[in-house]
């Protein structure tokens, strides 16, 4: 059954569907009943009754053939070859706004578009922001045809108002006056200055401090420096290391980047290897290593990492990086040195022994040592990782060989990190696991996952100062590590104070409390003997540490005895009689030489 409806009659536009009446009903190719008379044939393109197509190629024609081949309406195929009607076709909402400037529509959007998308009600200024709100740069004279230089005043009377005017009229800030039609004359020729290099430096310095005040800050982001490391060419490199050696050539350059290094470990708190610029440039001047800012600032962007904020650099690269071009000019700052008697005693003057209970002795923080920041830094987390555990010996090394050893089935000698890091909390040595990994690659490596586990053992008792472990006291690591009876009797010579000579005492108890020459005694022989010789140090009267300390032969006899007894050396008799025999001058008794000769 058919049914009649009315619809409303469509305006005139130029169009297949338009130019008839929806009263002129075409005839239906397919029989409408109740459930499809409200279904359109042939439905225009984005409704839900637009009909499924697929193109196909036949006889070198595109030709548009439905999925469901039993829908196919009686139309000649011509009829899908045509563009559907723009006016009628797309009823689909559009997504965005400006969909209707593309290249599908080329004959314009008519009325019906404005009415039913509402255009007209656009926010122009935020969708099109460069072609309403962008002024258009008027020009001051027809010679100027570019916006970067300035404009040419046709007099000179007065040329910093015509700069000023014409760039506020251009909405900018004021640039810097072109004087390149002034020509001298014969006054103005005895006001010229012939350094025209200094000038020009002046002048980059001034624009470069207009451009960072001027340029603002994005994001939050400090834009001194760049988010990627900067990389050099070969000539760029030889340049800033021949400008580095050149302003910070001097001898104590090295020791100022050694305290360097200390101060800004002090502000990387998490240990991450980066620090902000600012604090870089704020200790640098404050140490003395006095760099111009272009240099220090060109030598800190090659240190950047895109992984870390902005402006943070690697301070220990930087530092290394510095200390490479100075080694052309200090090669010897990089060998161990040992140091003046007078700078040790300044050196030992300064730390207070009530500091801490421990010295920290037992790790080689010295500033004798070459210079290494991974090193300085590995040594530092050890002081802090074992700064509350019991370094008197506590540290089982046996236990630690044998576990490791066990682990190693077929004592290759080497492990991979997870065995060592099992092994060593298996044995309770409170270490992290990043300083584990960093010992390991710096001192244990083999391949580029096995490290020797045995030289991860030997570094520990090296740092450690276990000097049970070291039987052969011939061995480097105990001549290295170990100081000799006479250098303990040499500093305690050259301490005047009393005070002085307890603290070194008392660093030789923290470093030797495994050793004992008698077990019953508590206290180790040469510890007594160290408090032996600060007894006869007491009666020293001069103050000059440079000339040996002598006392009558009688005199040092009856002192000598006196402290055997005491601190219950058990020194012969006959032993003493023949090392005051050998150091007798003129009826005085050297006191410094008899201290080495009984020590012995």
């Not at 009943?33 to 044939?41: K, M, Q, S, V, W």
């Not at 922001?129 to 230089?149: E, G, I």
């Not at 251009?170 to 006001?191: K, S």
């Not at 022989?525 to 009267?541: G, K, V």
Request: charged share 25%; with cysteine.
């Amino acid at each position: 059954m058919q049914t009649a409806r009315s619809l409303p009659i469509i305006q005139c536009h130029s169009g297949e569907f338009s130019q008839k009446r929806m009263r002129v009903q075409p005839e239906p190719p397919i029989p409408i009943r109740y459930a499809t008379a409200a279904i359109p044939t042939l439905a225009p393109f984005g409704t839900d009754y637009t009909p499924e197509h697929t193109m196909k190629i036949i006889g070198g024609r595109r030709i548009v053939v439905p999925r469901s081949i039993a829908a196919i309406p009686k139309i000649f195929p011509a009829s899908f070859i045509r563009r559907p009607d723009p006016a009628v076709a797309p009823t689909k909402p559009i997504q965005h706004a400006t969909a209707i400037d593309s290249a599908k529509f080329q004959n314009g959007n008519t009325a019906r578009f404005d009415t039913t998308y509402r255009t007209e009600y656009i926010n122009r200024l935020r969708n099109f922001p460069d072609q309403y709100t962008k002024p258009t740069r008027q020009f001051k004279t027809a010679l100027n045809q570019y916006s970067v230089l300035p404009p040419i005043s046709a007099t000179n009377n007065n040329p910093n108002d015509t700069m000023e005017r014409n760039s506020l009229s251009d909405g900018q800030q004021p640039q810097q006056p072109f004087y390149d039609q002034i020509v001298p004359g014969n006054d103005t020729m005895q006001q010229l200055h012939y350094n025209s290099e200094r000038e020009y430096y002046e002048q980059q310095q001034q624009q470069q401090q207009q451009q960072q005040q001027q340029q603002p800050m994005m994001n939050n982001e400090d834009p001194y420096l760049p988010v990627e490391p900067v990389i050099l060419t070969d000539f760029e490199e030889t340049r800033l290391s021949e400008q580095i050696r050149t302003q910070l050539g001097s001898g104590v350059t090295v020791d100022r980047l050694k305290i360097l290094f200390q101060e800004l470990l002090a502000y990387d708190a998490n240990s991450t290897g980066y620090v902000h610029y600012s604090s870089i440039q704020s200790l640098t001047y404050q140490l003395g290593l006095h760099m111009a800012e272009d240099t220090l600032r060109f030598a800190m962007c090659k240190f950047v990492s895109p992984n870390q904020p902005r402006g943070f650099v690697n301070y220990e690269d930087l530092i290394r990086y510095i200390g490479k071009c100075l080694s052309a000019i200090s090669p010897n700052q990089y060998e161990y040195q040992q140091q003046q008697p007078q700078q040790q005693q300044q050196q030992q003057g300064q730390n207070s022994p009530q500091k801490s209970a421990k010295p920290s002795a037992n790790f080689k923080l010295n500033d004798d040592d070459p210079f290494d920041p991974d090193e300085r830094q590995i040594r530092v987390l050890l002081n802090q990782n074992l700064k509350h555990f019991d370094l008197t010996g506590t540290i089982d090394f046996d236990k630690l060989t044998y576990e490791l050893s066990t682990v190693d089935r077929n004592q290759s000698g080497v492990l991979n990190r997870q065995q060592v890091e099992e092994v060593v909390y298996k044995v309770r040595i409170p270490l992290q696991r990043s300083l584990i990994y960093q010992i390991l690659e710096k001192h244990c490596r083999t391949t580029s996952k096995l490290y020797d586990w045995k030289a991860f053992v030997r570094y520990l008792q090296e740092q450690i100062f276990d000097i049970k472990q070291i039987q052969d006291r011939s061995s480097p690591v105990y001549q290295q590590y170990v100081p000799s009876r006479d250098k303990w009797l040499d500093d305690l010579q050259r301490e005047f104070h009393e005070k002085d000579r307890l603290r070194i005492i008392e660093r030789f108890i923290s470093n030797n409390e495994g050793v004992r020459s008698e077990s019953t005694h508590p206290t180790a022989w040469f510890t007594r003997f160290l408090r032996l010789a600060n007894a006869m140090y007491t009666h020293r009267r001069n103050s000059n540490v440079s000339q040996d300390f002598v006392l009558p032969r009688e005199e040092a006899r009856r002192l000598f005895r006196a402290y055997n007894h005491i601190w219950d050396l058990k020194i012969d008799e006959g032993r003493m009689q023949k090392v005051f025999e050998g150091c007798s001058r003129n009826g005085h008794v050297v006191i410094d030489e008899a201290l080495k000769q009984l020590a012995k």
